[in-house]
């Protein structure tokens, strides 16, 4: 999916009828208070004194369909002259599943509305049950289809690690948002935000740890799916903000290169393909795309390590080829 420049507008907790044991989105937003009108405008405005051109305008956080029908045109009609001179080109917002319909949809429409995303996060009952997002898979599934057939794009939100989820539950959670066929995907591996209801259910030993380590085990599980599909992954983990990496964040999967590390994980899995043939003490290069040599190395050099340990190498280069495509070539290997 093209990405224009976009500018957000946080709006945390707008609109959110529920208390998510994970969720406090002004931790992790790093705003503090929901958007005015006012704020659409100011940051408008300092767009176009900057020469902003087809911009897309974001209501990111909350849950903007939930609220007040008065507010949310309060909030889109602030864009108006920004859409008609050409500032800004669309405007996406999330909201929850349970709060699309078609009235909602042909309203956002009217506004200039171009993309909704929706926060399935799982497509687990009892996961959702267990986080306490108040709804059903069923919800998601639904509003997905109202937001297709109303000719907005759809982006789907998807949670690892949550309650009561395992590898296996996540890995079916991304099969059944691939198959609503979204025209993107985000992938949020769980992070244990202070002050939640998550962080004391972890403290008291009835969460456990949804690690970094975890996040990228099955993250580079999903990953290849969503690509096989030809689904864009726009985000791989929460954005780092100066609120979660000064302490917001107290345990689980919070890591500003989250992206990094599950690529270079789905790269030494193939690498772990290719050396099972080779003999001990060989000395072997590796060729990838130009672009993914970082990846292939690993952070501190971490894959060349494990995988020359594991397959007792004498050594293993990386080499940066433009005909290895998107994964892992044998370019040598001798003894």
Not at 132 to 156: F, I, P, W, Y
Not at 268 to 278: P, T
Request: net charge negative.
């Amino acid at each position: 999916m093209a990405r224009a420049r976009i500018i957000p507008i946080f709006v945390p907790h707008l609109g959110c009828p529920n208390d998510c044991v994970f969720c406090d989105q002004k931790r992790i937003s790093g705003s503090p208070l929901p958007a005015s009108a006012a704020d659409v405008t100011a940051a408008l405005d300092r767009a176009q004194a900057q020469g902003a051109s087809g911009v897309e305008l974001a209501f990111y956080g909350g849950s903007f369909t939930a609220v007040s029908p008065d507010l949310q045109r309060r909030l889109l009609e602030a864009a108006q002259p920004w859409l008609e001179d050409g500032t800004v080109s669309s405007i996406r917002l999330s909201t929850r599943p349970d709060a699309v319909d078609e009235g909602v949809l042909d309203m956002l429409k009217g506004y200039g509305v171009g993309t909704v995303e929706l926060g399935a996060q799982s497509m687990c009952d009892a996961v959702l049950a267990a986080s306490g997002r108040g709804h059903a898979a069923a919800d998601t599934a639904r509003a997905a289809h109202l937001v297709k057939a109303a000719g907005l794009k759809l982006v789907l939100q998807m949670m690892t690690g949550l309650p009561g989820s395992d590898r296996e539950t996540d890995v079916d959670t991304a099969r059944r948002i691939i198959a609503l066929e979204p025209d993107g995907a985000r992938i949020y591996p769980t992070v244990i935000v202070r002050g939640t209801a998550l962080e004391e259910m972890w403290r008291a030993g009835t969460y456990p740890e949804h690690t970094v380590s975890d996040a990228v085990a099955v993250c580079a599980d999903i990953l290849p799916l969503f690509e096989a599909a030809a689904i864009p992954v726009i985000r791989l983990g929460l954005n780092p903000t100066e609120e979660l990496s000064a302490g917001g964040a107290v345990g689980g999967a919070y890591h500003p290169a989250l992206g990094e590390l599950v690529r270079s994980e789905i790269l030494r899995r193939q690498a772990e393909r290719l050396l099972e043939g080779v003999p001990a003490g060989a000395d072997v290069t590796l060729g990838v795309a130009p672009e993914r040599v970082s990846a292939m190395i690993g952070q501190h050099r971490s894959n060349i390590a494990a995988l020359t340990a594991a397959f007792k190498l004498r050594r293993l280069r990386v080499k940066g080829l433009a005909t290895a495509g998107d994964g892992v070539v044998l370019v040598d290997a001798q003894s």
